[in-house]
C-alpha cells in the first residue's frame, strides 16, 4: 500500500500543477478563483474547461461557496457563512468528456481553498478509478470500512465500534462526498455507503437511522437502483 501511495504521489507531482491566482486571498472570491481556473492554459492545449457543458456544471457549487464567501466571519479566509441550500450534483457525461478533469483541475482546488484541506473526501469502485482523483481518494468499500462480500441489508450495514469510530473521525470535518464511477457500481454497494454516512453522523444530529430509513424509503433504500442511463439523460435540460 506504501508503494502504491508513493507511485501515485510520483505521478501527482509530474501531472500538470493546479496553480491558484496570486493575488491578494482577501480579494478574491470563488467566482474570481474558479474563472481564473477555468480559463488556466493546459499543456494539451486550450484551457482547462473548454465547453458551456463544463461550466454549467461547476456553477451551482461556485455559487453555493460564493455565498458562504460573502456571509463568511469578519477576517476569515474561509468560506465559514451559510447557503441556502445544498448542493447535490451529478455529472453524466461520455468517457473522456471531462468529468473528472474538470473535478480535480477547478471543483476540488475551489473546495479546499474555500472550506479547508479536510472537506473533501472521494471514493471510487476501483482502485485504478481512485487514483484518478488523488492520493487520498479510496475504494467504495474501503471508504464504507466495508468488506468484500458485506451483508448491506438495513441491520447488516450498521457498522460495528471500530469501523464506526473510523468513519466518524474521517467524516469529521467533511462538507462534500465525491464519488466517480457510480454507474459502475451496483446499488446496494453506492446505498449502503450512503447509509454507512448516515450511521456515521446520526449521534450529532439526534438521529434515529432505522426510524429515518423507514419513514422515507419504506425500508427499500438499499433496492432502489439507479435510473436508466438513456432515461436520465433524457430527463437532463437542453
Not at 462538507?175 to 454507474?183: K, L, M, N, R
Request: net charge neutral; aromatic share 6%; proline share 6%.
Amino acid at each position: 500500500i506504501r508503494d502504491r501511495d508513493k507511485r501515485q504521489r510520483t505521478l501527482e507531482e509530474k501531472a500538470e500543477p493546479v496553480v491558484l491566482p496570486t493575488k491578494d486571498d482577501s480579494e478574491l472570491g470563488p467566482i474570481d478563483v474558479a474563472l481564473e481556473l477555468m480559463q488556466t492554459p493546459c499543456a494539451r492545449g486550450g484551457k482547462v474547461v473548454n465547453n458551456r457543458e463544463q461550466v454549467r456544471a461547476c456553477a451551482p457549487l461556485v455559487e453555493a461557496l460564493q455565498e458562504m464567501w460573502e456571509t463568511r466571519a469578519p477576517g476569515s479566509v474561509f468560506a465559514t457563512g451559510t447557503t441556502k441550500k445544498r448542493v447535490l450534483a451529478l455529472f453524466v457525461g461520455a468517457g473522456g468528456s471531462g468529468k473528472t478533469y474538470t473535478y480535480t483541475r477547478v471543483i476540488k482546488p475551489l473546495l479546499e481553498r474555500f472550506l479547508g484541506p479536510r472537506v473533501v473526501t472521494e471514493a471510487a469502485p476501483s482502485h485504478a478509478a481512485a487514483r484518478l482523483l488523488g492520493y487520498k481518494a479510496r475504494t467504495m468499500h474501503k471508504h464504507a470500512e466495508a468488506f468484500p462480500g458485506q451483508d448491506w441489508s438495513l441491520a447488516g450495514a450498521q457498522p460495528r465500534d471500530a469501523s464506526l469510530a473510523l468513519l466518524k473521525e474521517r467524516l469529521k470535518d467533511v462538507q462534500a462526498c465525491i464519488f466517480d464511477e457510480i454507474s459502475m457500481v451496483v446499488p446496494e454497494i453506492f446505498n449502503g455507503v450512503a447509509l454507512r454516512h448516515t450511521y456515521a453522523v446520526a449521534e450529532e444530529m439526534n438521529l434515529d437511522v432505522h426510524k429515518y430509513v423507514e419513514e422515507c424509503f419504506g425500508n427499500c433504500l438499499l433496492y432502489t437502483s439507479p435510473s436508466p442511463r438513456d432515461g436520465l439523460l433524457s430527463r437532463m435540460p437542453s
